[in-house]
């Protein structure tokens, strides 16, 4: 089992480039989710997907796009990148939607946005 | 509105002492959870802890305790005997039961000096 799984690690990107940031679990998880880290600050939920073929807004959504494209699969899209989006991103899963369930994280991906 | 407090942003303990983490939080419902993250240098957030709030006796995990003090909206973290591998950031996060957003403290930083 290797948990969830984020690629890439690191990534650089220009100015109003766009990139899919891929997030995939094997726990047979129903619900995913995506969540951007900034320093001095906790967590903050982009989008998240209660089960296959849903998708809903978090927090701080403006800017993103999601696909849910299999139960294992949850991918983050940044189609015109700001330097605003340079952070750390994390893709988690559970078993159910209910936040209230244990979350299993990714190890990140680090994205710097000149 | 809900949020969540770490007061301490870093703290240190000596390896085998014993030292405790503080949260506060913010929230009108009953019924919530509450959960401790650990994040070592690898960035990956790794759960450490869980309380339910309808649940009066406190949450204990091997070597990690809580301090859960409802009417004081309170939720410490004791870690005793201390190792180095604790060496990471801590976050505290909260979420209600009716909710999907899940709410993050800023962190607290512990090192374990041997």
């Known amino acids: 089992n290797a948990g969830v799984t984020q690629t890439p690690k690191f990534q650089v990107l220009k100015t109003g480039q766009s990139m899919t940031l891929q997030c995939a679990q094997d726990?047979?998880?129903?619900?995913m989710y995506w969540y951007r880290q900034d320093p001095g600050m906790g967590l903050r939920l982009i989008y998240y997907s209660a089960s296959e073929g849903t998708t809903d807004k978090g927090e701080v959504p403006n800017g993103y796009n999601v696909s849910r494209l299999n139960k294992r699969e949850f991918s983050l899209r940044l189609e015109s990148a700001a330097p605003s989006q340079t952070s750390v991103y994390f893709c988690a899963s559970s078993v159910l939607l209910a936040l209230t369930d244990t979350q299993y994280f990714g190890p990140g991906t680090r994205l710097t946005v000149l | 509105a809900q949020t969540v407090t770490q007061s301490q942003p870093e703290m240190s303990v000596q390896e085998a002492e014993t030292v405790t983490l503080s949260c506060t939080y913010d929230?009108?419902?009953?019924?919530?959870?509450l959960f401790w993250y650990k994040q070592p240098p690898s960035r990956q957030m790794i759960l450490v802890i869980r309380?339910?709030?309808?649940?009066?006796q406190n949450a204990t995990e091997n070597r990690f305790s809580v301090n859960f003090q409802k009417a004081a909206k309170s939720f410490s973290l004791k870690i005793s005997d201390s190792q180095l591998g604790d060496t990471a950031m801590y976050f505290c996060?909260?979420?209600?039961?009716?909710?999907?957003?899940?709410?993050f403290g800023t962190g607290t930083s512990l090192t374990v000096i041997p």
């Open positions: 726990m047979n998880h129903n619900s």
């Open positions: 929230t009108s419902e009953s019924n919530y959870y």
């Open positions: 309380q339910e709030a309808y649940k009066q």
């Open positions: 996060a909260f979420i209600h039961r009716s909710s999907n957003q899940f709410y």
